[in-house]
């Protein structure tokens, strides 16, 4: 254990309580001594606060001038990619997974989106619809990422993704079914319920599922990945989660698709990148009315919309264990991993140590004022944190951490705080909880298990300050 000095015993500004809460120097040791003995030598991606120039993509990956260098030296790079910090976007998914396969130098820059941020002046000066991604190469700026999908084909020929008989003409029939899909989905999800939407939609599913199975799989030319798998990834990705969602259509583990399921799992287990981008349901449903605009529920949705919100029991502790046959199926992750052991929560843990100041200002947010200047609804750019409650939501922080590093809720300390705090306040550190956890994003912050578990935690910590 910490050296006894490291423990840091706080007392509250008005001296109504003491709570012996281990500080984050010593936070940081524990976990790290954990890390160890749960065999990754301290060498476990998450570890990292950076990104590594030459290891695999790894969430959060949102630092402006990320480099990406595989094995190659900084002067290599010739491709700046610029894209979306919140990782929302499909379109700058897909390009960013295919330099991430191919393994083509490039620089990350970092440009909000209009929903959730103001872009910044040196971005619409270069493009001026602030549209993303786009790519400089050399110099050049390019946009819209079907173009610049093949003119990376074009220009680093290592690791093609394009070197298939026939491939021009099979990858226009594919991308035609594709956009058929994305136009129906636009239908089947953003319109009023109809019935002959469904229909449409299962059928441009099934023929999808049927191009798939015809290519001899995994993937559509066969047993290696294409562009063109990457082209199109990203948007079932959204269509999976958000049919499940708000019209209660499972596109996914049923046996109804097959070739989409076995497409998507080798996809998820095979391409390490798709694996670190690829959202869970919870963050896919709340990024994509700001992009997309109204959807519309299905009156056989209301279960699976429970599920996806946290309602039930899928956000509360104990957390059931998920794998490839749950109604979220996640099937990247190692044989008899269940999602639920301690690597995960140590993964959160790392987390919240890293970024804690940031967090306590951030989970703030939620008891201060929040004007609404953006239409994403989860973002709030100009909120003023109530920073009146820092050293008490500071202790609480610790205290979460601490819970998840012993994968226990520490309901004594926790009422020790609770016990002499006022109304106001308790229902201050509610609310700033409660708005942390509803933000906790996938990949933005990390992945999905861990997200998962952080979320379950954070929500019984708000239910011991709920008045």
Known sequence: LPSPRVWKNRVCLRMRYSVDVPSWDALRLDLERRV?????????????????????????CTRDGTLRLFGKAEEDVRVTLYRDPAYWCPYCERVQMQLEVKRVPYRIRMINMRCYGKKPDYYTRMVPSGLLPAVEVDGRLFTESVDIMFL????????????????????RTFMKLERECFSWWCTFVFRPPDRRARVAWEDVLSRWDAAVQSAGGPYLFGNRVSVIDIMAVPFFERYVASSFYW??????????????????????????????????????IKDLPPQMGRPFFSDTSQDFRAFVEGDGEIWKLPLPPIGPSSLEPITSLAEGDDGVGLEHHLEACARMIQNHSR?????????????????????DPDAIP????????????????????????????????????????????????SYFRDRVGVPRDMMFPAARILRAFAGAFADQFKS
């Open 359 to 379: 967090i306590a200002r951030f989970a703030l947010r939620g008891a201060g004022d929040r004007p609404r200047t953006v239409t994403a609804p989860l973002s």
């Open 386 to 433: 109530d920073s009146s409650l820092h050293e008490e939501m500071d202790v609480v922080l610790r205290l979460l951490s601490q819970s998840l590093l012993q994968q226990r809720i520490p309901e004594r300390e926790i009422q020790g705080v609770v016990s002499c705090l006022t109304k106001d306040e308790r229902d201050g550190i509610f609310k700033s909880i």
């Open 247 to 284: 019209q209660g259509f499972r596109i996914r583990g049923t046996g109804q698709f097959p070739g989409i399921d076995s497409w998507m799992t080798a996809m998820e287990r095979e391409i390490p990148s798709f694996a670190a981008m690829k959202a869970d349901f919870y963050s896919t």
């Open 152 to 171: 990376l084909e074009d220009q680093f020929t290592e690791h093609s993704l394009a070197d298939f008989p026939d491939f021009a003409q099979k990858a």
């Open 36 to 60: 160890v003995d749960l065999g990754g030598g301290g060498d476990l991606v998450w570890m990292r606060e950076d990104q590594d120039a030459h290891g695999r993509l790894y969430p959060p």
